[in-house]
Nanobody
């Protein structure tokens, strides 16, 4: 099964940048699609971005489109989330996740493997 470990979270000022990493192990072709989600206190976990490992195609939530970029490094088995022009509303715990079956998704319920999360705090 897939094991995921996020890192790179921290405190940053509004307008700044941060890069999150998600180290993946045990991924197979059925886990081709991976995603980033975030959850702020009192709110539901929401979709941020996703990618197809094999094709490199990416998908983004409207709230982060144009500011965030997700990518992967196959040699390192690591997925990244480059976050630019950060806003206070981006403050949340960020999770990486993987599906157990092939296909793109932006829904929490369709992801089977999750990392422990990394805190991102954006100050004004």
């Amino acid at each position: 099964q897939v094991q995921l470990i996020e890192s790179g979270g921290g405190l940053v000022q509004a307008g700044g940048s941060l890069r999150l990493s998600c180290a993946a192990s045990g991924r197979t072709a059925r886990n081709d699609f991976m995603g980033w989600f975030r959850q702020a206190p009192g709110k539901e976990r929401e979709f941020v971005a996703a990618l197809s490992w094999s094709r490199g195609s990416t998908y983004y939530a409207d709230s982060v489109k144009g500011r965030f970029t997700t990518s992967r490094d196959n040699a390192k088995n690591t997925m990244y989330l480059q976050m630019n022009s950060l806003k206070p509303e981006d403050t949340a715990v960020y999770f990486c996740a993987a599906r157990a079956t092939y296909g793109p998704s932006r829904y929490v319920r369709e992801y089977d493997y999750w990392g422990q999360g990394t805190q991102v705090t954006v100050s004004s």
